[in-house]
């Protein structure tokens, strides 16, 4: 047997957080004894109510998972511009983060959020409400929970549509994961006793409204644990906290949190959400001797000698052995992960880079340290135990080869439908995160015994800032291209210049690029040579008509060609994800208009709208404090303030006076989307007293179904000139209208668009605008940071027209 076998595995268990010490392995040996499941059903990131999973998790210590139908993608961003798939990403990772705080496990099934829905009928309908219901049955089954606990109710008082479809759904799960007629083949029949749903309390008002619920069930979450040294409140604070996306900084509250719980369906409780359910090993049969020795090492467990109980712990393991039950699989991988933390082993593989070329031997070092006094031996790779002392650390470097594909999520390996991801099984959904592209197996015994441990590959440096860190190791392709704008403009017949980025990913490569093109457009050249990094521009000749389309990069390397586009997401709260897309980019062939060419942008929260504008042959300047505060603003045609600018920096409103006499010595100041202040996520709602030079009031009002009709008046100015607007302008758009209209403004201001959701009154609030002096001022939440980037048509002659308001011509 070797050493250390490196293999693509899948684990039935998820990891648990990375814990270690005495307080944390006290708790992990109290948990042996547990064997309750819990699972929480929502349907975002950030929707979990996180203080109720550190109580089950490491309160109660039942195995405890939420399952969030999505994962986030139409999330507004707060942190940068990513957008879709990019935005899942970045939010998969921070719940992820949330539990290795909480100490849940997280699951997800391959629906994608599309953005604010108003119904729940409108979700169902856009997603495939029996496949998605079929991804819950499947996690029912796998996961066998003895409750589970909804977040909302499946009513409309859950606001959001997708909120109302995860209770739909999960309720309809409920009676279908306990039917074998129902999705055979997708895991044995499971009846949990109790569906919950925590009555939701996210409002003083509401919080007084579940009080006086009737038959409720009342939990007190916000118990302090003296092992852990917080209260469930306080661990609960810091796993929403990781929601950095998506503002959800929360406070870490010390002392009681009263949650309210009722009986959905199942079996009736009086007094506890898992009454008339044994959490013992009373519940399996025969276990009677596991449950007798897990109990003694509890016991015995001495914080400043663990390695003590680890003959104990071995033993057990033998008897779990010999059990027919889930729980000696579940309950097995959680004794090996006790023995590893008892033993004070650390392990380790790490790769020289975080990448490394399909297909080609990768040197690994591997390493084991034993940090006890206990009989442990390695395997060699000739076959021997290699004996590990005491305090020693044994090294060896091994090659291995890198799968033939390029590392992925397993949800971006092949292209999505509108709503929903392609997955290759179900199965795959046991794993939030995807495999690592290679695990080490540590294959050791211990007083004789073997014990397995798993770890992923990784790549372990050191920054001189931070300190150590580690990151994935990546399966790449030898060589990457991309296209360097998502959505090219063409505005008029004329040429343009399009450049692709070549990044090597190995040593001395070299090859030729080439960009393929629909009929009717040219490219001059066909190809180029490349050696290294490289910049390579092309010139790019559209047709005469307009028109969208797709253009395509690929290289060519060692008589291998390959289209792919790499993109690393990094922030410090979260390990950098990397995606491989299709080297291509949009095409738009539109007769476009602009007489503003000089163009100052405010940066927000974080968008793509500047690059858009670029596309429209315009020079943007990126604002920065001191230029706000300093600089000439009469220099710029217009002055656009990106998405949330009002709400994201003090600067934007300490100089929002500045900006208004700017409008009124001649400019043209537009301002996009902001969020109201106030209410239960806090803020103060005079920040925005200064968004307009006359009042406007902003309202949570928006229009969510992109093809809604919009009635406008084609005579404007606005709408008129440079470019008439029609409907066609409208057409395409993509996820929604817009966000955060106004509710109310000054008599000054006149409305440009009115647009409604199916069954709603007209919102006039999506676009105001107003002659200030000089000068012009538009105020627009319609989602031109969405449209912009998407390279939509009419979006980029609407917001022509809006540059060009103070010199329409």
């Known amino acids: 047997m070797r050493p250390f076998l490196l293999a693509l595995l899948l684990t039935t268990l998820q990891a648990q957080p990375n814990l270690s010490g005495a307080a944390p392995l006290r708790l992990q040996i109290e948990k042996l004894s547990r064997l309750g499941k819990v699972l929480h059903i929502a349907a975002h990131p950030d929707d979990e109510n996180t203080a109720f999973l550190a109580f089950s998790a490491r309160g109660s210590q039942y195995r405890t998972a939420y399952l969030s139908l999505t994962r986030g993608e139409g999330g507004q961003n707060l942190i940068g511009s990513e957008q879709g798939e990019w935005m899942g990403l970045i939010r998969t990772q921070e719940l992820l983060a949330a539990r290795r705080i909480d100490g849940a496990e997280q699951y997800f099934t391959r629906a994608i959020d599309f953005g604010f829905s108003k119904t729940a009928d409108e979700t169902l309908t856009k997603w495939d409400r029996e496949k998605i219901l079929g991804d819950v049955v499947y996690h029912i089954r796998k996961f066998q929970p003895d409750i589970i606990v909804l977040r909302f109710s499946g009513t409309p008082r859950d ?46 008002a509401m919080a007084k409204e579940a009080e006086a619920s009737p038959n409720k069930l009342t939990l007190n979450v916000g118990i302090y644990d003296p092992v852990l040294g917080q209260s469930f409140g306080q661990i609960a604070g810091i796993s929403r906290s990781q929601h950095r996306s998506q503002a959800m900084g929360w406070r870490q509250d010390p002392g009681q949190m009263r949650e309210f719980f009722q009986v959905v369906a199942g079996a009736p409780a009086d007094k506890d959400l898992m009454e008339g359910i044994d959490t013992t090993w009373a519940r399996v049969p025969n276990s009677s001797k596991v449950a007798a020795l897990l109990t003694q090492a509890k016991q015995q467990l001495d914080d400043r000698a663990p390695e003590k109980i680890v003959p104990i712990l071995l033993e057990a393991r033998r008897e779990l052995a010999k059990l027919d039950s889930p729980y000696a699989l579940e309950k097995g991988a959680e004794i090996n992960e006790a023995i590893f933390q008892a033993a ?53 470097i091994v090659s291995v080869n890198m799968p033939a594909d390029p590392t992925q999520p397993y949800w971006l390996a092949q292209p999505k439908r509108e709503t929903m991801y392609t997955i290759p099984s179900r199965r795959a959904l046991e794993n939030p995160d995807g495999p690592a592209a290679l695990s080490a197996q540590f294959n ?59 990044t090597p990913m190995a040593p001395n490569t070299k090859g030729h690029a080439k960009l393929i093109l629909p009929s009717g457009w040219s490219v001059n050249p066909a190809s180029r040579e490349f050696q290294g990094n490289d910049t390579l521009k092309f010139q790019v000749t559209p047709p005469a008509n307009e028109q969208t389309a797709t253009i395509k990069a690929e290289v060519t390397v060692n008589n291998k060609t390959y289209g792919l586009s790499m993109t690393t997401v990094e922030y410090p709260h979260i390990p950098p994800q990397s995606a491989f897309t299709p080297a291509e980019a949009k095409l738009i062939r539109a007769n476009v208009e602009t007489t503003a060419k000089n163009i100052g942008y405010i940066m927000g929260s974080g968008d793509e709208v500047p690059r858009a504008l670029e596309q429209l042959g315009c020079t943007v300047t990126l604002l920065t404090k001191e230029a706000l505060a300093q600089d000439d603003l009469s220099k710029y045609q217009a002055i656009v303030t990106g998405v949330r600018a009002f709400n994201t920096r003090p600067d934007v ?33 005079k920040l925005l007293d200064n968004l307009g030079p006359y009042p406007i009031t902003l309202s949570s009002g928006r229009v969510t179904v992109e093809e809604s009709p919009v009635e406008f008046n084609a005579t404007h100015t606005l709408l008129s000139k440079p470019n008439k607007i029609t409907n066609r302008d409208f057409e395409g758009w993509v996820q929604e209208r817009g966000l955060y209209f106004a509710s109310a403004w000054d008599p000054k201001y006149e409305t440009l668009f009115q647009m409604h959701d199916p069954g709603e009154a007209s919102l006039k609030g999506g676009t105001l605008f107003t002659k200030y002096g000089k000068g012009v001022y538009i105020f627009t939440p319609l989602s031109w940071f969405r449209q912009l980037p998407a390279g939509v048509p009419g979006a980029y002659r609407i917001f022509a027209n809006f540059l060009s308001a103070g010199n329409p011509q």
Request: no cysteine; net charge positive.
């Open 159 to 204: 606001g959001h549509g997708q909120h109302q479809a995860s209770a739909i759904l999960a309720k309809e799960a409920f009676i279908a994961a306990s039917d074998p007629e129902k999705f055979p083949g997708q895991g044995k029949p499971w009846q949990t006793k109790r569906l919950l749903l925590n009555i939701p309390a996210f409002t003083p």
């Open 444 to 502: 050791l015994t211990i007083n004789g015994e073997p014990l397995q441990i798993t770890r992923p590959i990784h790549h372990r440096y050191v920054d001189r800032s931070y300190g150590e860190l580690t990151r994935p190791l990546l399966a790449v392709p030898p060589a990457v291209i991309r296209i360097a704008e998502k959505a090219i403009l063409f505005p008029d017949r004329k040429p343009r210049e399009i450049a692709v980025q070549i």
């Open 344 to 396: 004070g082993l650390f392990l380790d593989a790490s790769a020289a880079n975080y990448h490394a070329v399909i297909g080609t031997p990768v040197n690994v070092a591997l390493s084991a340290v034993n940090r006890s006094s206990l009989n442990i031996s390695l395997q060699s790779v000739n076959g021997v135990n290699k004996p590990l002392p005491p305090g020693q650390t044994v090294s060896e």
């Open 653 to 685: 409103r300490a100089n929002a006076r500045r900006l208004h006499e700017y409008a009124h010595n001649g400019g043209t100041l537009i301002v996009q989307y902001n969020v109201m202040e106030g209410g239960f996520f806090g803020g103060d709602p």
